[in-house]
């Protein structure tokens, strides 16, 4: 038969016999439960594990050569740090410039930038223009392209290289309003390069003074990305010219 313990009994007994070895009056010690940073639940631990679980994801999505890609251009890394604390409220961002003026390096520096925050959620698609229209022909992939384009269109992040450079036709100017349209009315945050401006300004006969993404891409696309962007243009001379003059003896 079991033996039922008194518990009002044991406790007298345990006190007294502290009181015996005189440990009746020890107050209690301060008792700290909180996570420090390197342990779970501390925000600054989880804040590293996401930030180490984005990184890997832009490593992923990253060619090799802007890998070691940074944001510097102060209009840059704002909208990326814009985004990264309130994504549902970031525009687009538009980089122009000529060759060479560092829109590539700095559209994966936003990007890495994003990461580095420590996001609760990073996923990502980054590719070429022309790459984007290769993959939305026929047979360009196993998906299918209108399943390919709700994946672009839906993705969180999306880097859009080179707009306006593949040659110009009804359909890529239809492939194009649809995905630019959808992620505005989804209010996605995306980043657009390209080698030309939205628009550029007419002579004194009406004439456009150089080529633009208007006569591109259609006044209807650059309208809605006027709607949605941030433009940065970036200037200075070709990098890559630069850094291969530096490299000879």
């Known amino acids: 038969m079991p033996y039922k313990i008194d518990n009002a009994a044991a406790m007298a007994r345990l006190r007294a016999g502290l009181a015996q ?4 009056t020890v107050p209690p010690g301060p008792t700290d439960i909180a996570p420090r940073p390197d342990e779970p639940g501390h925000p600054e631990y989880h804040r590293r594990i996401r930030t180490e679980w984005a990184l890997a994801r ?13 944001a510097d251009h102060p209009a840059v890394i704002a909208w990326a740090d814009q985004t990264a604390q309130a994504p549902e409220e970031a525009t687009a ?13 700095q559209a994966y520096g936003a990007l890495r930038r994003i990461a580095e925050s420590g996001p609760h959620q990073y996923e990502v698609i980054a590719t070429t223009a022309a790459d984007m229209y290769g993959l ?3 047979n360009g992939s196993p998906r299918g392209p209108e399943a390919e384009l709700r994946r672009l269109c839906r993705v969180p992040l999306l880097l859009l290289d080179d707009l306006g450079s593949a040659k110009a036709t009804e359909w890529t100017e239809e492939v194009t309003y649809r995905l630019i ?5 989804r209010c996605l945050p995306s980043i657009f390069t390209s080698n030309l401006p939205p628009r550029v300004s007419c002579d004194e006969y009406g004439q456009p003074t150089g080529p633009d993404l208007a ?3 259609g006044e209807r696309i650059v309208s809605r990305v006027a709607e949605m962007t941030t433009v940065v243009a970036m200037t200075g001379a070709d990098r890559r010219l630069t850094s291969r003059q530096e490299d000879q003896p």
């Open 21 to 24: 070895r005189g440990l009746s």
């Open 58 to 70: 832009w490593e992923t999505a990253t060619p090799p050569r802007y890998r070691r890609a940074v």
């Open 93 to 105: 961002l538009l980089l122009t410039g000529t060759t060479g003026t560092g829109k590539t390096h």
């Open 136 to 138: 939305l022909r026929p």
């Open 181 to 185: 349209n959808e992620r505005y009315n």
């Open 215 to 217: 006569s591109v891409l």
